[in-house]
């Protein structure tokens, strides 16, 4: 997982540099999933935290194992979230606050994507965000490979 992490935060970079931000990835941990579909959850989640994070902070992304689960955790300190808002951000089209809304870059898809795909794995998508503080969204995989898909469906190491 910190492999698809690495790739991401790399193709990430300028846009963080641009900002003003800082990259910092840690931890270790392996799934068993669809790759390319992996890598579009942490790039969509990556997108957020750098786009959303105050200018001259850093953009945390932390790979753990816990007993039967491993998970993937990206935080950022920024604007963040309304309490009231936080259970709707993986809803497909909602965005936040209409003053922060970019329509020009962004559609509203990307956090429901995200759930998408952690749904597809047998995992979950979680946030936890305090206005003005910290974000942290989380995907949480089961450790074990996951049964959803068909018998014939491939599935690569991530």
Known sequence: L??????MAEFH????????L?????G?????????LIERAIANLLSNAIRHAYSG??????VWKSGAQVGLAVRNRGAGIAKADLAR???????????RSDSVRSSGLGLAIVQS???????????ESEPGGLTEF?????AEPFSSGSSGSSRDCA
Request: charged share 35%; proline share 5%; glycine share 4%.
């Open 2 to 7: 910190e492999e698809l992490v690495a790739r």
């Open 22 to 26: 800082s990259l910092r990835i840690e």
């Open 89 to 99: 951000v993986f809803e497909r089209f909602w965005r936040g606050d209409p003053a």
């Open 138 to 142: 989380r995907l949480v995989f089961p």
């Open 117 to 127: 795909i952690a749904r597809l794995h047998e995992a979950r998508a979680e946030v």
């Open 57 to 62: 902070t850093e953009v945390r992304v932390q």
């Open 13 to 20: 970079e300028p846009l963080a540099q641009e900002r003003n």
């Open 28 to 36: 270790a941990g392996r799934i068993v999933g669809d790759a390319a």
